[in-house]
């Protein structure tokens, strides 16, 4: 039976193994409690705290936690970029993430912290009507809302993959869409189309509109951390590689450009990239059994049936039977279903890589 990690071990090598990862993600939700708290302390100390709505224990954690996510994650990236540098090898095809795509995800964590801190404490006030809390109850829980919110972004960063980017990805969409639709100012929003939710000038706007932009710079960076890991021996794989991470990041870029292009301000922009977008994925679909051979039949074959799908709702919408709202909330679903379902293939190669390497350095030893 193994001993545990020394601290000083930990401070030395924080993120080398998966105990000391868990051991550093447990210091920096503590750092994130002690400030946390001591703030709400001072941010509450006129006592009578509201659970949701201005000046309450929510906004404290929705605001709180956006910004120590991104301090969470950022620092989680920087030790796990010192390790790479440290233990690099020469066959070694973990791609490193850009300036651009640590901001991105960043700001998706924040986001995710923000929206979900916000809509928890919703919740929980309509359980709780009328009640407020005490200024050490309120400080106290404002400090565990930041700890938590600290743990899981660092957790995040330092064992970044392609299964947690699409866990990341399938979280951040679900958060964003869901606030914009609770919030929107026009009930019948979805008597129009998906696209409604991003014509005002309101928080629900903008919270839609935003989620799509870094929505579409996550899929760029799945398009480059995902492709990694696949097979790239032969000549042909690596042409179907390139094309696949090419498509990918097509997608992601007309994705971005849906919420850079609001409908009622850009209309035939607007279109053209959510059309393309669903154009590029059909191709890809169909390509993907010559482009990757490796790629389990399964997951070919699933790609077939979405397809078959997204037609079979075109006619619906083409005969009247479904609104364009209904059309677009389902392709929508099935498109990022599919690019999370894809990330969770490329996460088997990347650890079936991973324990082949580990057995062969037991090999050696």
Not at 32 to 48: C, E, I, K, Q
Not at 139 to 147: I, R, S, W, Y
Request: hydrophobic residues 55%.
């Amino acid at each position: 039976m193994s001993d545990p990690t020394p601290l000083p071990r930990i401070f030395r090598r924080p993120v080398d193994d998966n105990e000391s990862r868990e051991s550093s993600a447990l210091l920096v939700g503590a750092g994130a409690f002690v400030v946390g708290t001591a703030v709400g302390f001072v941010v509450f100390r006129d006592g009578g705290v509201p659970i949701a709505g201005r000046g309450s224990i929510g906004d404290f954690a929705a605001i709180g936690g956006a910004l120590v996510a991104i301090v969470a994650f950022l620092l989680g990236c920087s030790l796990r970029r010192t390790r790479n540098r440290r233990e690099s090898a020469d066959d070694d095809v973990r791609p490193r993430l850009r300036w651009f795509d640590i901001a991105a995800l960043s700001l998706a964590h924040a986001v995710i912290a923000l929206l979900g801190w916000i809509g928890a404490a919703s919740v929980v006030s309509r359980s709780f009507i009328g009640a407020t809390a005490y200024p050490t109850s309120a400080a106290l829980l404002g400090g565990v809302a930041l700890a938590v919110t600290a743990y899981v972004a660092f957790l995040s960063a330092v064992n970044l993959t392609p299964m947690m980017l699409s866990l990341v990805l399938a979280v951040f969409l679900t958060v964003g869409v869901f606030a914009s639709m609770l919030s929107a100012t026009d009930p019948l929003w979805w008597q129009e189309n998906l696209s409604a939710l991003g014509m005002n000038d309101d928080v629900s706007s903008m919270a839609f509109n935003l989620t799509l932009v870094i929505a579409g710079a996550m899929v760029t960076i799945i398009a480059n951390y995902a492709t990694a890991y696949l097979p790239h021996t032969t000549a042909r794989e690596v042409r179907g590689r390139r094309r696949v991470r090419l498509a990918l990041v097509l997608i992601g870029v007309l994705l971005a450009c849906v919420g850079i292009f609001p409908v009622d301000d850009f209309l035939i922009a607007h279109n053209l990239s959510a059309t393309g977008m669903v154009i590029i994925y059909v191709v890809l679909v169909a390509r993907m059994r010559r482009l990757l051979p490796s790629m389990p039949r399964v997951f070919v074959l699933l790609g077939y049936i979405y397809v078959a799908c997204i037609v079979v709702l075109a006619v619906f919408f083409i005969t009247g039977y479904y609104n364009l709202t209904a059309v677009e909330l389902v392709v929508a679903v099935l498109i990022f279903s599919w690019i999370i379902v894809f990330l969770r293939n490329t996460g088997a190669v990347e650890q079936a890589r991973d324990d082949s390497v580990q057995h062969q350095k037991a090999l050696n030893n």
